[in-house]
């Protein structure tokens, strides 16, 4: 499941998976969520498979399909049977697109669009009372945002001149100097996963090491003394694998020894699993029982206690 986004080009627009609004979960108040498309990271617990990608993708929704053999017909290159696994081959598929043109029942559709910066102020600013009165906003996340900084960062500043509150949404492995100059004058909040600790074990997980991220975090939240923004370390709670205690202990020295004193954690969340079948991806730890479960609440109230004990307030939502 490793995506090359070295041809990523930050300056062409990066495709949109999804706007999402009224959501509760990406920070404060009532706020709409941009999600955009590609990863530098290959994190193996990924809740958004569809977002590793920089590129368009077909998904197939079994409970959709009616079974009217349309897609079969007009695929030239025999990629589509109820035979394989994932019903599309994609070694075969070329993404041509004509199956889903001939698809009745949306079955078939395509992950990714692009999107111009207007077309997407347009399709949120009318959701701008609901941020006024509840204290919200919007939120980049995908995905990684950075890979386009130049996009983002004209994106962002058009929102602040509507008076929007913005919050991104980072795995903080972006290039500092750029960031600080192109993005962070037109942030509100930053809310940046710290994962791991130790390199080797991020590197085991996410594919790269966390050196620079690291490091980003430390400068920005350096940065964030002046008061212009705030920024919040995320860690997500995968079980057996994000939340040992070896891993818990370790992030919570990093966050005092950084003296930071809010954060937040996220529960492990089992529906990520649905849409690796609708990508067509064998995920490595779709028998593993423990991710496939929604988190066991016990441990997350463990956890939470040891956060506090140290003095670390959690933000949840």
């Known amino acids: ?33 941009i999600f955009f498309k590609g990863c530098n990271l290959d994190c193996i617990w ?27 017909d007009s695929c030239t290159l025999n990629a589509i049977s109820p035979e394989n696994e994932f019903f599309v081959d994609r070694t075969k598929c070329k993404l041509c697109l004509e199956c889903v043109k001939a698809c009745p ?13 207007n077309d997407i102020i347009h399709k949120i600013i009318k ?18 945002p950075t890979l386009s900084l130049e996009f983002i ?10 008076g929007i509150y913005t919050l991104i949404e ?26 791991f600790i130790n390199q080797e074990v991020h590197k085991k ?17 350096d940065l964030s003394s002046c008061g212009k923004f705030t920024i919040i370390p995320r860690t997500p709670l995968i079980p057996n694998i994000t939340d040992t205690d070896e891993n818990i202990q370790s992030i919570i020295q990093f966050l005092k020894k950084n003296e930071v004193h809010t954060a937040s954690i996220l ?32 441990k997350y109230k463990k956890i939470k206690a040891i956060f506090q004990a140290s003095n670390i307030d959690l933000i949840e939502f």
């Open 205 to 221: 997980y996410c594919g790269v090491s966390n050196k620079v991220i690291l490091e980003n975090f430390s400068k920005l939240l």
């Open 46 to 72: 990924c809740q958004n498979p569809e977002s590793k990608s920089s590129a368009i993708e077909l998904l197939y929704e079994r409970d959709k399909c009616i079974g009217c053999n349309s897609c079969i």
């Open 1 to 33: 499941m490793k995506y090359n986004n070295n041809s990523f080009n930050e300056f062409n627009k990066p495709l949109v998976i999804d706007i999402k609004v009224n959501s509760l979960d990406d920070g404060p108040g009532i706020r709409t969520v």
């Open 105 to 117: 029942s949306t079955a078939l559709s395509i992950i990714g669009k692009e999107m111009m910066i």
């Open 170 to 195: 980072t795995n903080g492995l972006f290039d500092f100097r750029r960031f600080k100059s192109l993005i962070l004058p037109f942030l509100d909040v930053i809310y940046m996963d710290i994962k």
């Open 127 to 144: 959701y701008k009372p609901f941020y006024d009165i509840s204290g919200g906003g919007v939120t980049l996340s995908g995905g990684e």
């Open 267 to 298: 529960k492990n969340n089992p529906l990520w699993l649905e849409k690796c079948d609708k990508l067509g991806i064998s995920h490595p730890l779709q028998n593993d029982h423990s991710v496939c479960e929604f988190y066991n609440p016990d």
């Open 153 to 162: 960062s004209k994106l962002l500043k058009k929102l602040k001149s509507e």
